[in-house]
């Protein structure tokens, strides 16, 4: 997936907000994005997009709370009152509601951010990775879902009056996914001259896809990405990749 549609989204969610009507961000054409950026005061910046004049500090929060420097990530970069004009400080989490004690650092969700690259993700799509799309897909409703308000007091009761049976349904989907992993692992090892790619088990991949490389042709690979049969799409997912210069 093409990073410039997600610059272009930031960008847009900045705008749209007070602090942003009074940046300047037309310079930051080019610019290079590096992680856990060190600060002048030993701190970390999570997410660090800099320009020739012009900045965007991330600090990404999930579940922890703010009680990063923010005064050091903002001196480290910001140097001058040109840079100052040109440069903004972002808390980007799941609820945007960070007490944040820096003039020139605003909130954002994860889940504006992500409407807003969905929002424009339509003129990209004929260039893009299908598969890559599909994990933004994913990767998308996993915010949706962390995104939502906490459990309210009907539907907490209603878990503790049926929990034998909640637990129960749970206890079938998990053999359910164990039984369509090994129904795919079965199938794809009947294939000869493929090398299964080994994933952490458990891991956010090993729930929902393979990955297998010819063993014959140099560059040859394909992924199976099974997931949509566990959200009731009832689909199977098969894309076929060679990597490598053209002669």
Same mark, same amino acid.
């Given at each position: 997936?093409?990073?410039?549609?997600? *610059?272009?989204?930031?960008?847009?969610?900045?705008?749209?907000?007070?602090?942003?009507?009074?940046?300047?961000?037309? +310079?930051?054409?080019?610019?290079?994005?590096?992680?856990? /950026? @060190?600060?002048?005061?030993?701190?970390?910046?999570?997410?660090?997009? %800099?320009?020739?004049?012009?900045?965007?500090?991330?600090?990404?929060?999930?579940?922890?709370?703010?009680?990063?420097?923010?005064?050091?990530?903002?001196?480290?970069?910001?140097?001058?009152?040109?840079?100052? #004009?040109?440069?903004?400080?972002?808390?980007?989490?799941?609820?945007?509601? #960070? @007490?944040?004690?820096?003039?020139?650092? *605003?909130?954002? +969700?994860?889940?504006?951010?992500?409407?807003?690259?969905?929002?424009?993700?339509?003129? /990209?799509?004929?260039?893009?990775?299908?598969?890559?799309?599909?994990?933004?897909?994913?990767?998308?409703?996993? *915010?949706?879902?962390?995104?939502?308000? +906490?459990?309210?007091?009907? #539907? %907490? %009761?209603?878990?503790?009056?049926?929990?034998?049976?909640?637990?129960?349904? *749970?206890?079938?989907?998990?053999?359910?996914?164990?039984?369509?992993?090994?129904?795919?692992?079965?199938?794809?090892?009947? %294939?000869?001259?493929?090398?299964?790619?080994?994933?952490?088990?458990?891991?956010?991949?090993?729930?929902?896809?393979?990955?297998?490389?010819?063993?014959?042709?140099?560059?040859?690979?394909? +992924?199976?990405?099974?997931?949509?049969?566990?959200?009731?799409?009832?689909?199977?997912?098969?894309?076929?990749?060679?990597?490598?210069?053209?002669?």
């Amino acid at each position: 997936m093409d990073l410039e549609i997600f *610059i272009k989204s930031l960008i847009e969610c900045i705008n749209e907000t007070d602090l942003g009507k009074t940046k300047d961000f037309s +310079t930051l054409n080019d610019f290079f994005i590096d992680l856990e /950026y @060190s600060t002048d005061g030993n701190g970390r910046i999570d997410i660090l997009i %800099l320009g020739f004049d012009s900045a965007i500090i991330i600090e990404n929060k999930i579940y922890h709370h703010l009680n990063n420097n923010l005064k050091d990530y903002w001196n480290t970069i910001v140097k001058n009152k040109n840079q100052e #004009e040109k440069s903004i400080g972002i808390v980007l989490s799941l609820s945007g509601k #960070e @007490s944040i004690n820096h003039a020139h650092f *605003i909130p954002l +969700t994860h889940l504006i951010l992500l409407n807003k690259v969905m929002a424009n993700i339509g003129q /990209y799509l004929l260039s893009s990775s299908d598969k890559y799309y599909i994990y933004l897909k994913d990767f998308y409703q996993n *915010i949706i879902n962390l995104s939502k308000k +906490t459990m309210e007091k009907e #539907e %907490l %009761l209603f878990v503790l009056n049926h929990l034998p049976k909640i637990n129960a349904v *749970i206890g079938l989907s998990k053999s359910y996914k164990n039984f369509i992993k090994e129904e795919v692992d079965r199938a794809c090892n009947q %294939l000869e001259g493929f090398r299964l790619v080994p994933l952490k088990i458990g891991s956010s991949k090993e729930i929902r896809l393979r990955y297998y490389e010819s063993e014959k042709v140099k560059g040859l690979c394909f +992924t199976v990405l099974f997931s949509d049969l566990f959200n009731g799409k009832q689909s199977l997912s098969i894309y076929i990749e060679i990597w490598g210069e053209k002669d």
